[in-house]
């Protein structure tokens, strides 16, 4: 079974700085995609940024950008300039790539808060 | 993408009673899926739903307490029966290929947050 780890249950930094969250994963499959989701406290999941594990390049959109080791199982989410609004729960997800219907696989999640 | 709507988006119930949510996309979709998020929680897939078929069910999650139709490619219901106040939750639907949002990847609608007394 994937397991998915985040092991920073919680995080906190000044607004503008670049903060990084963790996210490291088991798996036995060689094809699958990773997430990262924000919670903010209106509790609507809201995708962040995707990658496909056969994809060596690291995904980017915007201020958000991640650090993927295959080998490490390591998935971790950088996020610059960081704003208020980023202020939410962040969870890291596993979904296999196989056909048909896969569940998420979430990390405990980490509750990151920006100060002004 | 595509839009996501839930209803109710709380409610308050008492024990041994049942309620009904429903998920509605503003598009077509391959695959609906229903999550539960407890207090302080992530997230654990209920269940997917499938169209015009039965629900395939996680391990620890059974259809006489959550009963869960799909009756097109843009709507499905989740039923939490019997209620307890173990069951107060959040509970999220989500969604997978269709010509608004990608495959391989879910959204996620805005949650029901439901509290039983």
């Known amino acids: 079974a994937q397991t998915v780890t985040q092991s920073q249950p919680e995080m906190s930094v000044q607004e503008a700085e670049t903060v990084t969250l963790s996210c490291t994963y088991d798996t036995s499959e060689s094809n699958y995609y990773l997430f990262w989701y924000k919670q903010p406290p209106s509790r609507q999941m809201i995708l962040v940024i995707r990658?496909?594990?056969?994809?060596?390049q690291n995904a980017t959109e915007n201020r958000f950008s991640v650090n993927f080791q295959k080998a490490a199982k390591s998935f971790s989410l950088k996020i610059s300039d960081s704003q208020l609004g980023d202020t939410a729960m962040y969870f890291c997800a596993f979904m296999k790539g196989l056909q048909g219907a896969q569940k998420l696989v979430f990390g405990q999640g980490t509750r990151l808060t920006i100060n002004p | 993408s595509a839009v996501i709507s839930q209803k109710p988006s709380r409610d308050i119930c008492q024990r041994g009673t049942s309620l009904t949510i429903q998920c509605q996309v503003d598009?077509?979709?391959?695959?609906m899926f229903w999550y539960r998020q407890q207090p302080g929680q992530s997230l654990t897939l209920i269940a997917t739903?499938?169209?015009?078929?039965?629900?395939?069910?996680e391990s620890g999650f059974v259809i006489d307490k959550f009963p869960i139709s799909r009756p097109n490619l843009t709507f499905s219901t989740l039923t939490v029966s019997n209620m307890s106040p173990e069951d107060s939750s959040i509970y999220l639907c989500?969604?997978?290929?269709?010509?608004?949002?990608?495959?391989?990847?879910?959204?996620f609608g805005p949650g029901t947050r439901l509290t039983v007394l």
């Open positions: 739903a499938n169209q015009g078929s039965e629900a395939t069910y």
């Open positions: 989500s969604v997978e290929g269709g010509s608004q949002t990608s495959t391989d990847t879910q959204y």
């Open positions: 990658q496909e594990a056969y994809k060596q």
């Open positions: 598009s077509q979709v391959t695959m």
